[in-house]
């Protein structure tokens, strides 16, 4: 994609979470379902649609809960 979105484009919000275990880093990814009509199969950060009067960062966190059962919003470091 280059240039503005276009006027179809949706709000959305991702997850950038980092986390050490065993001394090493790791960032947690979701598979998309091979179902799905659109990007079916592709690896992604967990996020989503805003939802109306929803601002970014609760997005991110809800869809992160949603998504890979995080819901420790208080860890959240960088909003």
Do not use: C, M, Y
């Amino acid at each position: 994609h280059v240039g503005p979105a276009p006027h179809t484009a949706r709000q959305a919000a991702v997850a950038l979470v980092l986390f050490r275990r065993k001394g090493r880093w790791h960032l947690p990814l979701t598979e998309r379902p091979l179902n799905l009509a659109h990007h079916g199969g592709q690896i992604s950060l967990p996020g989503g649609a805003v939802e109306p009067r929803e601002q970014s960062l609760d997005a991110a966190l809800r869809e992160l809960n949603e998504e890979l059962g995080f819901n420790e919003p208080h860890l959240v470091v960088g909003q």
